[in-house]
């Protein structure tokens, strides 16, 4: 199997240190109204497959249930040799009120890091499906599972293989959440693909700015599910710091993170376990249109939509039956 990568980037700018700071993608996307009613992603557990996480940054170490290594010898070495999964695991669960840094989406959930990039942001498709297979499988010390598995990462190639293993994931209740790419042209009629991202199967996130434009380098397609923000993210980076990065890359936790928030919520209120399907309906019903195609926007932009109710007062009880 060739190798996989991360999908190019943007590295703005890094902050040595920050006052206690919501980004502006987690208010857009209106994750304190959720906050508000005590919905955090309390122990839900994402696993971030990427290129490991610092796991001694003080937005962080609570956050994080355990990990492991799919890029070499030593299984328990996740620390991260780039800073790109730092910077994705922040904008996930970073601690809100610890009074410095940044809040994440789903600001009490765990994280489980899986390291399957190296220090040079590229990893072995093997080693993906390792981990995608392992998450999968996994259980903490208290019967926890995953339930949202995060991959800002891609490439060209369709690998069977991989295929099969988000299938698995997805048969299992555990959501796959991914990138869609950052080789756009700025034309919403255009095609670009990048996998794993355009399978129907999973998640398939594209970028907007703070102006809720469409960001240039955002991948349009036919398998688009929702946008979030990805431009100037603000987030943890290794060494206690801070950093600005762009891209796909980045508006992928946001709904990462939205998703462990809106399991807890869900199954709060329909008082069990949801489907893969009905937690993928309700994440659609958190979204409002921007005003793009289908293409450019899959089902809109993340946004959550707090207490919102049916003619009759009380929320509704079906679940929708959108698909992916």
Same mark, same amino acid.
């Given at each position: 199997?060739?190798?996989v990568h991360?999908?190019?980037?943007?590295?703005?700018?890094?902050?040595?240190?920050?006052?206690?700071?919501?980004?502006?993608?987690?208010?857009?996307?209106?994750?304190? @109204?959720?906050?508000?009613?005590?919905?955090?992603?309390?122990? $839900? +557990?994402? %696993?971030?497959?990427?290129? !490991?996480? =610092?796991?001694?940054?003080p937005?962080?170490?609570?956050?994080?249930?355990?990990?492991?290594?799919?890029?070499?010898?030593?299984?328990?070495?996740?620390?991260?040799?780039?800073?790109?999964?730092?910077?994705?695991?922040?904008?996930?669960?970073?601690?809100?009120n610890?009074?410095?840094?940044?809040?994440?989406?789903?600001?009490?959930?765990?994280?489980?890091?899986?390291?399957?990039?190296?220090?040079?942001?590229?990893?072995?498709?093997?080693?993906?499906?390792?981990?995608?297979?392992?998450?999968v499988?996994?259980?903490?010390?208290?019967?926890?599972?995953?339930?949202?598995?995060?991959?800002?990462?891609?490439?060209?190639?369709?690998?069977?293989?991989m295929?099969? @293993?988000?299938?698995?994931?997805t048969?299992?209740?555990?959501? $796959? +959440?991914? %990138?869609?790419?950052?080789? !756009?042209? =700025?034309?919403?009629?255009?095609?670009?693909?990048?996998?794993?991202?355009?399978?129907?199967?999973v998640?398939?996130?594209?970028?907007?700015?703070?102006?809720?434009?469409?960001?240039?380098?955002?991948?349009?397609?036919?398998?688009i599910?929702?946008?979030?923000?990805?431009?100037?993210?603000?987030?943890?980076?290794?060494?206690?710091?801070?950093?600005?990065?762009?891209?796909?890359?980045?508006?992928?936790?946001?709904?990462?993170?939205?998703?462990?928030?809106?399991?807890?919520?869900?199954?709060?209120?329909?008082?069990?376990?949801?489907?893969?399907?009905?937690?993928?309906?309700?994440?659609?019903?958190?979204?409002?249109?921007?005003?793009?195609?289908?293409?450019?926007?899959?089902?809109?932009?993340?946004?959550?939509?707090?207490?919102?109710?049916?003619?009759?007062?009380?929320?509704?009880?079906?679940?929708?039956?959108?698909?992916?």
């Amino acid at each position: 199997m060739s190798q996989v990568h991360l999908i190019p980037f943007k590295l703005e700018e890094v902050v040595q240190t920050a006052g206690e700071e919501i980004p502006y993608g987690i208010q857009m996307i209106n994750a304190p @109204a959720a906050w508000e009613q005590e919905y955090k992603g309390k122990d $839900v +557990v994402v %696993a971030v497959l990427d290129t !490991g996480c =610092d796991v001694n940054h003080p937005d962080l170490k609570d956050r994080i249930i355990g990990g492991r290594n799919f890029t070499s010898d030593d299984p328990e070495d996740y620390l991260d040799g780039h800073y790109h999964g730092t910077h994705v695991a922040g904008t996930i669960a970073a601690t809100l009120n610890n009074k410095l840094g940044v809040a994440g989406v789903a600001p009490e959930a765990k994280l489980l890091i899986l390291r399957v990039l190296g220090k040079d942001g590229s990893g072995s498709y093997q080693g993906i499906i390792d981990a995608i297979n392992y998450a999968v499988e996994w259980r903490g010390d208290n019967g926890e599972r995953v339930r949202v598995i995060s991959m800002s990462l891609g490439g060209p190639d369709d690998i069977p293989e991989m295929h099969e @293993a988000i299938k698995n994931a997805t048969q299992n209740n555990v959501m $796959v +959440v991914c %990138a869609a790419g950052n080789e !756009g042209d =700025d034309n919403e009629r255009t095609d670009e693909q990048a996998y794993p991202g355009y399978y129907k199967e999973v998640v398939q996130v594209g970028a907007v700015d703070e102006q809720k434009h469409l960001a240039k380098f955002s991948n349009t397609n036919d398998e688009i599910d929702l946008v979030a923000p990805g431009v100037n993210i603000l987030s943890t980076y290794p060494g206690e710091k801070y950093a600005k990065l762009s891209g796909t890359s980045m508006a992928t936790p946001h709904v990462s993170g939205a998703v462990a928030v809106l399991i807890l919520k869900e199954e709060a209120e329909f008082g069990r376990e949801l489907t893969d399907p009905e937690i993928y309906a309700q994440l659609c019903k958190n979204t409002q249109t921007i005003g793009l195609t289908k293409k450019g926007e899959g089902n809109g932009l993340l946004y959550f939509k707090m207490g919102e109710r049916n003619g009759s007062g009380n929320k509704k009880e079906e679940t929708a039956t959108v698909q992916k």
